[in-house]
């Protein structure tokens, strides 16, 4: 896997992936920044809801869940001073669908932050992480 990251004056970057996609992040004005993009902190935020609700969606499809939508709210603390690591994050799993197993969409969760979200246990070096989730019933769609 592969990464380029370029900046661009005054604390603006543009990174690369390997898989030619493009992502602006940019730094807070109080540091010189123009507020352009996302900061880089909340880029590894991204990178590990990414991660772990692509495990969770994946595991569920597998279990042949009716998932109709899946949205991870992020929330974390930081160190006070330097280096200013991630010392809690907590994920906070939304998922609609239709019948969902309470029981399947628990351990979706459960084998994504313990056996398969690379992202979540790396950060977990450092951060203590926890989730927790809310199961919808999807709306019937009625046609007209």
Not at 15 to 25: D, I, K, R
């Amino acid at each position: 896997m592969k990464a380029r990251v370029r900046w661009l004056e005054p604390m603006g970057f543009v990174g690369e992936t390997g898989s030619g996609h493009a992502v602006v992040m940019d730094g807070a004005p109080e540091f010189g920044g123009r507020d352009l993009g996302a900061r880089p902190m909340e880029m590894l935020l991204l990178g590990m809801g990414g991660c772990t609700s692509f495990d969770v969606m994946l595991i569920l499809q597998k279990a042949r869940q009716r998932v109709t939508d899946c949205v991870a709210e992020i929330t974390a603390e930081r160190a006070e001073t330097d280096p200013k690591v991630f010392t809690k994050i907590h994920v906070h799993f939304v998922i609609t669908g239709h019948a969902l197993s309470e029981k399947h969409v628990a351990r979706a969760i459960q084998l994504s932050n313990e056996k398969y979200c690379s992202a979540s246990i790396m950060l977990g070096a450092t951060a203590e992480i926890t989730h927790d989730y809310e199961i919808h019933e999807a709306c019937s769609q009625e046609n007209n």
